[in-house]
């Protein structure tokens, strides 16, 4: 597929999910990282999330540690509880202790690294997760665009309110992988020569190559940082016809505005992107780049980013932290102490930017 075909197919939107009339603005609700403490988090962001009448919810990985215990699930299970015990039960209690938080609110889900630590893998991803990445919409879409796709995969995208929700898998070193780009390139021509699309939001776990966080990121593999310029160029050049584009990411575990700008993108005199990173939903908070430039960075923080959709398809986004105050008092009751802890000692000193420095992300193109 072309880099820069995006005139080939039109389709039509899909509509399915929380309409929104063109003459109406609306919202949606996105954050990622809920593992280590993401059940009492988790539940404080869907309140949120419903308080502000978001159309849905997208959560961009890591859903549980995996590697290790996470500290709401070992204060609820008890002291005797085993790492296989765990392991088998970690994705529901996902389900159970966050999910269910949402009520009716639809739910999208994108794939982390953790998703795919032993003994959990991407298949295993799919058969649990499928209710999710299966859905009436999905599916409706996933046809429109290819009547003979029938494989369930966990990258997939839907057009919602004059909006083409995209989200990519980026969970390990192989990927972006020339099916998933293929996809990608695909979806973006399709978007450009469809009049009811007015923008484009890409959601995935690790942000793009060279950001302000490119020491924790799509750099971290020799694949990830082709394929990700790659798709940083796609984007670029689908923004040349004049529709808007919105890139989102977590995996790092603070709050990051401007997340492109950076020397790279100064030094080549290419197009700086809107990027956030919001990985903020209960994850061990890391440290933030020490220099983010324009971008403002909120760290030691839990809460979601909220879009806020224009009827001409801009999306303004603002942050809305949550606190301890924001807790159901159920989640309280089962958690105990480890509310508190969560909310005022769950840091840790590992940094997430380069050695060369969060401005200058290494090997530039």
Not at 213 to 226: C, E, F, K, L, W
Not at 279 to 299: E, Y
Request: glycine letters at 8%.
């Amino acid at each position: 597929v072309s880099n820069n075909n995006f005139s080939s197919f039109s389709a039509s939107p899909i509509r399915a999910v929380n309409p929104a009339a063109k003459s109406v603005n609306w919202s949606f609700a996105v954050s990622g990282d809920s593992r280590n403490c993401g059940d009492i988090a988790m539940s404080a962001i869907a309140q949120g999330a419903i308080s502000d009448h978001a159309a849905f919810y997208w959560h961009l990985g890591d859903f549980r540690a995996i590697y290790d215990f996470d500290q709401d699930y070992k204060q609820a299970a008890g002291s005797g509880v085993t790492i296989d015990k765990y392991e088998r039960e970690a994705w529901d209690d996902f389900i159970q202790n966050q999910l269910s938080y949402f009520g009716s609110m639809p739910v999208f889900l994108a794939m982390g690294n953790h998703e795919t630590i032993a003994p959990k893998t991407r298949d295993r991803f799919i058969q649990q997760f499928g209710d999710w990445l299966a859905t009436p919409l999905l599916r409706t879409q996933r046809l429109q665009d290819d009547a003979n796709d029938h494989l369930v995969k966990t990258y997939y995208h839907w057009i919602q309110g004059g909006v083409d929700f995209i989200t990519m898998d980026n969970a390990t070193a192989d990927q972006f992988d020339d099916n998933q780009l293929g996809w990608f390139e695909k979806v973006l021509s399709n978007a450009a020569s469809n009049a009811a699309v007015r923008s484009v939001v890409v959601g995935m776990h690790e942000a793009l190559p060279d950001s302000l966080s490119a020491g924790h990121s799509m750099n971290d593999s020799a694949q990830g940082t082709v394929s990700g310029r790659r798709a940083y160029h796609d984007l670029v050049e689908f923004e040349k016809t004049g529709k808007h584009v919105y890139v989102l990411a977590s995996h790092s575990h603070f709050y990051l505005e401007d997340v492109y700008n950076t020397a790279c993108r100064k030094d080549q005199k290419m197009e700086v992107l809107p990027g956030w990173i919001v990985g903020t939903a209960g994850a061990t908070w890391l440290r933030p780049p020490k220099n983010p430039g324009s971008g403002k960075v909120l760290h030691d923080v839990y809460g979601y980013l909220v879009g806020t959709v224009f009827p001409d398809g801009q999306i303004q986004f603002s942050f809305r932290p949550v606190s301890t105050a924001d807790v159901p008092a159920q989640v309280k009751t089962k958690y105990g102490d480890l509310v508190d802890r969560c909310f005022s000692g769950n840091a840790s000193n590992k940094s997430t930017y380069s050695p060369e420095g969060p401005a200058s992300p290494p090997n530039c193109p």
